[in-house]
Protein backbone atom coordinates (compact mmCIF):
# COMPACT_ATOMS: atom_id res chain seq x y z
CA UNK A 1 0.00 0.00 0.00
CA UNK A 2 1.35 3.38 -1.08
CA UNK A 3 0.13 7.12 -1.23
CA UNK A 4 -1.32 7.31 -4.66
CA UNK A 5 1.28 10.18 -5.20
CA UNK A 6 4.32 9.39 -4.74
CA UNK A 7 7.77 9.24 -6.55
CA UNK A 8 7.19 7.18 -9.96
CA UNK A 9 10.27 5.10 -9.25
CA UNK A 10 9.29 3.94 -6.03
CA UNK A 11 6.43 1.44 -7.81
CA UNK A 12 9.13 0.15 -10.24
CA UNK A 13 11.14 -0.53 -6.79
CA UNK A 14 8.35 -2.12 -5.05
CA UNK A 15 7.21 -4.50 -7.79
CA UNK A 16 10.84 -4.93 -8.13
CA UNK A 17 10.80 -6.83 -4.79
CA UNK A 18 7.92 -8.63 -5.70
CA UNK A 19 5.40 -6.94 -4.09
CA UNK A 20 2.28 -5.28 -5.93
CA UNK A 21 1.30 -1.74 -5.33
CA UNK A 22 -2.14 -0.48 -3.85
CA UNK A 23 -2.30 3.29 -4.30
CA UNK A 24 -4.45 4.72 -1.22
CA UNK A 25 -5.72 8.16 -2.17
CA UNK A 26 -5.10 11.77 -0.68
CA UNK A 27 -7.19 14.01 0.70
CA UNK A 28 -6.32 16.94 -2.00
CA UNK A 29 -6.86 19.50 1.25
CA UNK A 30 -4.44 18.20 3.52
CA UNK A 31 -2.30 15.79 1.17
CA UNK A 32 -2.62 12.88 3.88
CA UNK A 33 -4.70 10.01 3.23
CA UNK A 34 -7.74 9.36 5.24
CA UNK A 35 -7.73 6.60 7.98
CA UNK A 36 -10.78 5.31 5.79
CA UNK A 37 -9.20 5.43 2.17
CA UNK A 38 -5.96 3.31 4.70
CA UNK A 39 -8.63 1.12 6.43
CA UNK A 40 -10.13 0.11 2.75
CA UNK A 41 -7.34 -0.42 0.97
CA UNK A 42 -5.84 -3.07 3.83
CA UNK A 43 -6.27 -6.74 3.34
CA UNK A 44 -4.95 -9.92 4.72
CA UNK A 45 -2.05 -9.64 2.08
CA UNK A 46 -1.26 -6.00 2.76
CA UNK A 47 2.80 -6.57 3.97
CA UNK A 48 3.89 -2.76 3.78
CA UNK A 49 2.66 0.38 4.37
CA UNK A 50 4.61 3.26 2.17
CA UNK A 51 3.76 7.30 3.25
CA UNK A 52 5.28 9.37 0.62
CA UNK A 53 5.99 12.89 2.35
CA UNK A 54 5.90 15.42 -0.78
CA UNK A 55 5.84 19.10 -1.65
CA UNK A 56 7.67 19.84 2.12
CA UNK A 57 4.01 18.79 3.97
CA UNK A 58 4.77 16.43 6.59
CA UNK A 59 1.85 14.56 9.35
CA UNK A 60 0.83 12.67 12.40
CA UNK A 61 1.08 9.14 11.31
CA UNK A 62 0.15 7.56 14.80
CA UNK A 63 -3.50 7.07 13.54
CA UNK A 64 -2.34 5.00 10.77
CA UNK A 65 0.54 2.90 12.40
CA UNK A 66 -2.47 2.13 15.82
CA UNK A 67 -4.55 1.26 12.82
CA UNK A 68 -1.96 -1.20 10.87
CA UNK A 69 -0.50 -2.67 13.71
CA UNK A 70 -3.73 -3.96 15.42
Do not use: R, W
Not at 35 to 47: I, M, N, R, Y
Amino acid sequence: MMTAINIGDMYKIVEAHGLIPVPVDLDPYTMQPTLDFVKSATTEKTKVCLFAFLYGITYDIAQYSDFLHS
